[in-house]
């Protein structure tokens, strides 16, 4: 062998050393490698002995950490005696899917964690073969927010299948691509009188659900644009072939597996007949009102003119007892008169008859001091007829004519009070005037006294019942220098709150069929407040009774002279 030849043996030798040696090296750097990647892993890794009943060989902190266990405590040890296996066939599944499926399985089990929680792990195993050595490696994730995630979503699809069913509006859904129904809700089915059965599977062609084909086509386009339609009044054809009409809206909705649309149809037909009734109402409301309004104004005539005449018809009756008591009044002096006139007459007759005879001096003093005498009472009582007379003659000119005078206030109550004196005498009652001074005024003294008559009438029927005697009091003051304050009171009952404000209301009484008609107060309000100018307001007296208070100008206004003369 030469030199050269063994220079290169030698060469060679030394390249194959340094070639095992590099190759030495780096597989130990790659074990140091993985090791590191082991180590540092997120997920929880194991080493386990398959030849040696899945003991444990070795674990990354990850796992350690994950079931609450130290390596004294794990290494050399299977998960059965461990107790991490909740299920024992969990972990059989596992071992045999590792011997029959070959290197590599997967499986989601649940572990026992610490004591006593149980986590869901997705358990990766793959077998490897290191050092001539059968070896698996094991990866457990925690999925528990997973399995419980997914638990939701199912629970939530369980609760909202129910709510789809359950809800009042009618709902379905549809594939967006081919039109057909997947599902509908019982409204829906309810409403428009299918099953489920006659409808998935089924399109709205199929059913000839929709009427007007163009607004729909129009609907499907800006569904399409849009990916939603909102608010879309439509008709649809239910299966007895009745036509409901509906406000549609609709949603395009991606799922995992398909595209779909879901539909909302409220029902409108009640709100469509009201709709039109209300039209076919307006088209006609103007005429209603119109011929309704006639009827009430003629209405409104005949009750004015009832109304009217039953005031007049008061009138006539308040005049009836004015002449009543003039004639009872006239009664006493023309009677005494006519007493008197017979007297004088027979006395007369009786001094003719002496005279013929012999007539003594003394019977023609006795004859001429008796007739002074009757002479004196004929003209005492023919001058209190004349005066009554005058006094009555003025009262009815007052009562029955809106006549215009100056005048008195006390005179034109005394005269008042003159008329009603038979009317007093009967009821036991008494009427003291309390006017201290002279008011003079220019007004209607016949209206006043028909408001002062009422006003004492109307004590007398309703202030005093179960009152064996009562005092009615008329005064009068004056309010500044062109006002008058006038007041009828009384003791009596008084009138209940509850009635004040409707006392001077037309045909409000308390008294009906009783002697009351409900227009006396009524008649002194549109007096005081018409003619007279004034006002008139009703409460309680201070001893206890019902008062009426008019406050009068004392000149009474023009215009409402004007007015009361045409």
Same mark, same amino acid.
């Given at each position: ?28 750097g ?97 077998r ?37 069913d359950v ?37 709205s ?32 054809? +239910? #299966?007895?072939?009745? /036509?409901?009409? %509906?406000?549609?809206? !609709?949603?395009?909705?991606? $799922?995992?597996? =398909? ?33 309704r ?35 009872h ?45 009757i ?8 001058? +209190? #007829?004349?005066?009554? /007379?005058?006094? %009555?003659?003025?009262? !009815?000119?007052?009562?029955? $004519?809106?006549? =215009? ?47 002062l ?46 009635n ?17 008609s ?23 007296? !201070? ?24």
């Amino acid at each position: 062998m030469t030199l050269s030849t063994l220079l290169a043996l030698i060469a060679a030798a030394a390249s194959l050393v340094a070639a095992a040696l590099w190759l030495c090296l780096r597989r130990r750097g790659a074990r140091e490698h993985m090791a590191w990647v082991f180590d540092a892993s997120p997920v929880a890794m194991a080493l386990v002995d398959p030849l040696q009943g899945y003991r444990l060989v070795d674990a990354n902190p990850q796992w350690y950490q994950q079931f609450g266990l130290s390596a004294g405590q794990a290494v050399g040890r299977n998960g059965q005696e461990l107790n991490l296996w909740i299920d024992p066939q969990d972990r059989a599944r596992l071992i045999a899917a590792l011997t029959s499926a070959g290197s590599e399985t997967a499986l989601d089990a649940q572990l026992r964690v610490g004591d006593s929680e149980q986590r869901w792990f997705r358990i990766c195993a793959r077998r490897v073969l290191s050092r001539r050595r059968d070896w698996a490696v094991l990866s457990m994730q925690d999925i528990q927010a997973q399995r419980e995630l997914e638990q939701t979503l199912r629970d939530s699809e369980a609760v909202a299948l129910q709510l789809f069913d359950v809800v009042p509006e009618t709902l379905l859904i549809s594939d967006a691509k081919t039109g057909e129904f997947i599902d509908i809700n019982r409204a829906w089915a309810s409403k428009m009188g299918y099953t489920k059965q006659q409808v998935i599977g089924k399109t709205s062609r199929d059913l000839n659900l929709w009427v007007d084909m163009n607004a729909v086509a129009a609907m499907g386009r800006r569904f399409g644009q849009n990916g939603q339609v909102d608010g879309e009044q439509l008709d649809m054809r +239910r #299966a007895d072939g009745s /036509i409901l009409n %509906f406000e549609v809206s !609709a949603r395009q909705w991606q $799922s995992s597996s =398909r595209h779909l649309s879901i539909w909302v149809a409220r029902d409108i037909t009640e709100h469509r007949r009201a709709e039109q009734a209300l039209r076919e109402l307006n088209a006609t409301l103007e005429e209603r009102v119109a011929l309704r309004t006639r009827e009430l104004a003629d209405a409104l005539e005949v009750v004015q003119r009832a109304q009217d005449e039953l005031v007049r018809t008061q009138r006539l009756s308040s005049l009836g007892a004015l002449v009543a008591g003039v004639a009872h009044e006239l009664n006493t002096p023309i009677g005494n008169a006519l007493l008197t006139s017979s007297t004088l007459e027979q006395l007369s007759a009786e001094f003719d008859l002496k005279r013929t005879q012999k007539l003594t001096r003394s019977t023609l003093e006795h004859y001429a001091q008796t007739v002074a005498e009757i002479s004196r009472m004929l003209m005492s009582n023919l001058s +209190r #007829a004349v005066e009554l /007379i005058n006094g %009555f003659k003025q009262l !009815a000119v007052d009562q029955s $004519s809106y006549q =215009r005078r100056s005048f008195d206030l006390r005179t034109g109550v005394d005269e008042v009070l003159l008329t009603l004196s038979p009317a007093l005498r009967r009821s036991s009652h008494e009427v003291v005037v309390d006017i201290p001074e002279p008011l003079q005024l220019d007004s209607f003294p016949g209206p006043l006294g028909q408001v002062l008559i009422n006003l004492i009438n109307n004590a007398l029927l309703h202030a005093f019942e179960g009152h064996s005697q009562g005092h009615i009091t008329v005064s009068a003051r004056p309010d500044g220098p062109e006002h008058l304050l006038m007041c009828v009171s009384d003791d009596g009952s008084g009138i209940p709150p509850e009635n004040l404000l409707r006392i001077f209301d037309p045909f409000f009484t308390t008294r009906l069929g009783q002697g009351g008609s409900g227009l006396g107060l009524h008649i002194c309000f549109s007096l005081v407040k018409g003619l007279l100018g004034g006002s008139i307001e009703a409460g309680a007296s !201070a001893q206890g009774g019902a008062a009426f208070t008019l406050r009068l100008p004392r000149t009474a206004p023009i215009s409402q002279v004007s007015s009361a003369l045409e």
